[in-house]
């Protein structure tokens, strides 16, 4: 079966980084992303990894690792407005997503 | 500023009603995808459409639940009848291109169904 493990719940302070880790077990791995959703609307694309490494967006970086079956979202400078979910996707054959259960990170003053 | 678009954003119906969601992938995505989210199961995948043909409906209940996309410009979600566990947000997302793995998805605003 293909399956995602990613925290349920995270709470953190304004200003302050965050790591959202990520476990996967599944097939025809292409590669990992991650969305945010905030309450009520769309889940928004934020970071795609391919290759084993850091990508970094901004505030927001990313990290895999293909061996280890692994990656992570870091947000760096906390806001407020980060409070929402996360997800961690696994790009499958033909361009589907398979989601985690998602990650609802609360940014505290 | 190309959006995904959907209709209706809510909707409420009685069990056994049918319910027809529709969905206009951004001009020239050639890929689109029916997602179910709810609290219990999250995000998944219900079926996806690749130049107007389907793909891939596995994760969809064939008997109540049906997916077409008469035109490139609408993909369309029946469920016929409906039952009280449909109730969700149904997202709907294009991807341009090939579809091969590397695309990012657009999702639409969604579809929230609440089924009495």
């Known amino acids: 079966g293909q399956s995602l493990e990613q925290p349920s719940e995270v709470t953190a302070v304004e200003g302050a980084i965050v790591q959202i880790n990520c476990t996967y077990q599944t097939s025809g791995f292409y590669g990992l992303s991650w969305y945010q959703q905030h309450d009520g609307g769309a889940p928004t694309f934020l970071s795609y990894n391919a290759l084993d490494g850091l990508e970094e967006t901004g505030r927001f970086s990313s990290f895999l690792s293909r061996s280890d079956s692994y990656g992570y979202l870091l947000l760096q400078e906390l806001q407020m407005k980060d409070s929402a979910s996360y997800f961690c996707a696994v790009n499958n054959q033909g361009g589907k997503l398979i989601f985690g259960q998602g990650t609802e990170l609360s940014v505290k003053p | 500023d190309a959006r995904v678009t959907q209709t209706p954003r809510h909707k409420v119906t009685e069990m056994g009603q049918e319910v027809t969601m529709r969905c206009q992938p951004i001009l020239g995505h050639n890929t689109v995808f029916w997602y179910r989210q709810t609290m219990m199961q999250g995000l998944e995948l219900l079926a996806y459409f690749r130049n107007r043909a389907p793909l891939d409906d596995s994760g969809m209940p064939k008997d109540r639940f049906s997916a077409e996309m008469p035109d490139a410009t609408l993909a369309t979600l029946k469920i016929q009848p409906s039952e009280p566990r449909d109730s969700a947000v149904y997202f709907c997302?294009?991807?341009?291109?090939?579809?091969?793995?590397?695309?990012?998805?657009?999702f639409g605003p969604g579809t929230r169904l609440t089924v009495l």
């Open positions: 997302a294009s991807v341009p291109g090939t579809g091969a793995g590397t695309d990012t998805q657009y």
